[in-house]
């Protein structure tokens, strides 16, 4: 997908607030402070357009990111940026509740054929954490499709890069999982276009 225009049009912090089904949606979900922000912005080839920030938990609701919006307003695919999990300095409630909103979401918008794929980020120089686990679980109920996209891999050497795959493919092993993955680096913009390849084929 070219991007020609995109621009930020509503942030839902409740289910409530979701816009009604309409465009495809995209999501992407990660540990706070993972490097959502600056992937989107690196897809969406403008800087500033997601909101980045050094301090975890700076995501508080569901913000949608219109692709390609026509004079009506309805884009391609709306890019959705889900709240961080973990890490954030919030409530044990306020924690609770965002993940069972995006619990919710990333079953119930695919169900009903909106939520058309998940991209969940992992930080490749660490291991899955284990709320990165949980949204693994969480996505077994979901019939979206899942990559995971490795960030920040500019930091890693080409050695490190076949490890951090290796050790991912670990993790997903107990759960029957082989899921398409991709290295990515928001500042060296590397696996952009293997992201937007897989988004096209399944949008």
């Given at each position: 997908m070219k991007v020609k225009d995109a621009r930020f049009v509503l942030s839902a912090p409740s289910w409530k607030a979701l816009p009604p089904p309409g465009a495809p949606e995209v999501a992407f979900a990660g540990r706070s402070n993972v490097g959502k922000s600056s992937l989107l912005n690196a897809l969406l080839g403008r800087k500033q357009l997601a909101k980045t920030s050094?301090?975890?938990?700076?995501?508080?609701?569901?913000?949608?990111?219109?692709?390609?919006?026509?004079?009506q307003g309805h884009p391609d695919v709306f890019l959705v940026d889900l709240p961080g999990y973990g890490y954030a300095k919030v409530s044990q409630?306020?924690?609770?509740?965002?993940?069972?909103?995006?619990?919710?979401?990333?079953?119930?918008?695919?169900?009903?054929?909106?939520l058309k794929a998940v991209v969940q980020l992992i930080d490749a120089r660490h291991p899955p954490t284990k709320m990165d686990l949980e949204l693994l679980a969480i996505m077994l109920e979901s019939p979206a499709p899942h990559l995971i996209a490795l960030t920040k891999a500019d930091k890693l050497s080409a050695n490190d890069k076949q490890k951090a795959v290796a050790a991912l493919n670990r993790e997903l092993a107990p759960y029957g999982l082989v899921l398409p993955t991709v290295l990515t680096s928001a500042e060296k913009k590397r696996g952009l276009g293997e992201?937007?390849?897989?988004i096209d084929t399944v949008l």
């Open positions: 050094g301090t975890p938990g700076k995501t508080q609701a569901l913000n949608y990111y219109a692709v390609n919006p026509n004079p409630k306020q924690r609770a509740a965002w993940q069972r909103l995006m619990g919710r979401y990333v079953i119930e918008r695919a169900e009903e054929g909106t992201l937007w390849g897989w």
